[in-house]
């Protein structure tokens, strides 16, 4: 068939790269320059199952701008407009009564494919970027044990591999962890923990040429029009050296939207209203100072929900969602939480300042559905299918859900049960 992806982030790339795989003649849309330079840019890199469990029973909770900045959850940079109280409420529901143990269940198993599916990939195309194994969920004290036992049991009827660890234990796979900071155990989550999600999606690019998918970069699809046939007309404009050019339109057998935030401008016009919101999220990442005082994978602070993975020589710590934040105005709150995290755990272990020091501060728009999963697979408009609302994990489900949703292309039943990720649970 011939298809098109709009939308060059690690979703689309993935989703172009599986389809070109199956033999599809594959166009990629994107109105930026290159690939993964929105929301996938500066991701946490966190691929292990598991780390999306709620490890404090907090995580669904919207905070408000003035309350307690050390715990986990939806923190509002403002108070919400008149429209936004709806979403926001539908959010907090999620985490009430068995919903969340149905929606981790959906997660997990997505999570556990898509780390496998991005682990053969890497080695079967003999990829080369930044990888290591396992990670661990650092527990503070009793408290945080005991609020961790959901997220434990839940993953173990997932299926999903873990140790309890004891403080030693812990120390020994991370021994760069501070001894100033109390720590009463830790939690290992297995196979690979961290993967670069960008220098993955760079290499995946080329591999997707290789195989003749057509990339068409500084191109804005304007608006899909569907045929009653089941084709798709593909209106777009290009601009090439900032210079504007004219409209034109090309027909696909299908389209899949992989948009992200930018998505609901393209699908609002056919009926389909997605209840798309975003949310921000921050990162750091700087270079290490000395390798012995920096993490050797990654390790994820079960209390604030921030994380601090090693990639290569640069350390990134990410995490916190904000909801309301001006969109390429770091909060200098959220900021501050990760610097504090990482000098809680691995005081030292990169460059701050000086000629050597380069820090890259960072906000990523995360589009987000308001029960915490994606839309994967058709809409009721023949030939449009979605790829998008990942949220905070779109790096970690991004091999799985683009399989996934190849295999349904072709009618095949796929490895992974979608059922939960349907666009029709919102009438799309």
Not at 53 to 69: I, K, L
Not at 286 to 299: H, I, N
């Amino acid at each position: 068939m011939r298809l098109a992806v709009v939308g060059a982030g690690v979703a689309g790339t993935t989703t172009a790269y599986e389809l070109a795989l199956d033999g599809h003649e594959v166009t990629v849309f994107e109105r930026r320059s290159t690939i993964a330079e929105e929301a996938s840019f500066a991701t946490g890199a966190l691929v292990a199952p598991g780390w999306t469990s709620d490890w404090t029973g907090s995580q669904r909770q919207v905070r408000m701008p003035w309350s307690a900045r050390g715990v986990d959850g939806l923190r509002l940079a403002r108070l919400p407009a008149w429209g936004e109280w709806s979403w926001l409420w539908q959010w907090s529901q999620a985490g009430k009564s068995g919903r969340p143990a149905q929606r981790h269940r959906h997660l997990h198993q997505l999570l556990r494919y898509s780390q496998q599916r991005q682990s053969s990939i890497t080695n079967e195309r003999e990829l080369h970027h930044d990888r290591s194994q396992g990670m661990l969920v650092l527990l503070r004290n009793e408290r945080d044990a005991e609020a961790a036992q959901s997220a434990l049991a839940l993953m173990r009827e997932s299926g999903v591999a873990f140790k309890v660890l004891g403080v030693e234990q812990a120390r020994a796979l991370e021994p760069a962890l501070s001894g100033e900071t109390p720590l009463h155990g830790a939690v290992e989550l297995g196979g690979e923990g961290v993967a670069n999600c960008r220098e993955f999606a760079l290499l995946l690019r080329a591999e997707a040429q290789s195989m003749g998918c057509r990339f068409e970069f500084d191109t804005r699809v304007d608006a899909l029009a569907p045929r009653p046939e089941g084709q798709v007309d593909v209106s777009v404009r290009s601009f090439l050296a900032g210079r504007e050019e004219a409209s034109r339109s090309e027909r696909f057998d299908g389209v899949i939207v992989c948009a992200g935030a930018y998505s609901t401008d393209l699908l609002n016009p056919l009926g389909l209203r997605l209840p798309l919101r975003m949310v921000h999220g921050h990162s750091l990442s700087a270079a290490v100072r000395e390798p012995l005082d920096a993490p050797l994978s990654a390790v994820l602070d079960a209390r604030s929900g921030i994380s601090i993975a090693r990639l290569g020589q640069r350390v990134r710590v990410a995490g916190g969602q904000e909801f309301g934040a001006t969109a390429g105005e770091p909060s200098k709150a959220s900021l501050a939480r990760l610097y504090q995290v990482l000098a809680d755990w691995f005081p030292g272990s990169v460059r701050l300042g000086g000629p050597r020091g380069s820090i890259q501060e960072w906000q990523g728009v995360q589009a987000s559905l308001p029960d915490g999963l994606a839309l994967i697979g058709p809409t009721r408009v023949p030939g449009l299918w979605l790829n998008l609302g990942h949220g905070a994990s779109g790096w970690s489900t991004a091999c799985g859900s683009a399989r996934a949703l190849a295999d349904r292309l072709l009618r095949r039943e796929p490895d992974v049960d979608l059922v939960g990720f349907s666009p029709q649970r919102f009438g799309l």
